[in-house]
């Protein structure tokens, strides 16, 4: 991967890190859903899954962060086509970039 792009990953990583925890924390759900998903998510299995916490009962429907505030947490890494509705990461180069950064930036170590 290019320096240049590293830099611009890792001042945008920079900016996510400063986010209050639960900001930071829908950010880096939201990259490791992304990062390990087996096929392309579109955005409402995207929110939805977001808004899924481990031990709950019931699904929340007021729980579903909107779209406006994902792309703010994730400081526009996240982009969602507007014709097919499918979520991803802005280039492919953030993928290496994050699997490079796994351990810091993504809630599970390993996707299975």
Excluded: W
């Amino acid at each position: 991967m290019p320096k240049d792009l590293e830099t611009v990953y890792d001042g945008a990583m920079g900016r996510i890190a400063d986010l209050d925890e639960p900001d930071r924390e829908l950010a880096r759900k939201a990259f490791s859903y992304i990062f390990c998903a087996k096929r392309p998510l579109n955005v409402g299995e995207l929110l939805h899954a977001l808004t899924v916490e481990a031990g709950d009962a019931e699904y929340d429907v007021s729980a579903l962060p909107e779209l406006a505030i994902l792309n703010s947490v994730c400081a526009g890494l996240v982009v969602v086509d507007e014709k097919s509705g499918i979520t991803g990461l802005v280039h492919h180069t953030l993928q290496e970039y994050l699997e490079k950064h796994r351990e810091q930036l993504l809630l599970n170590q390993s996707c299975s």
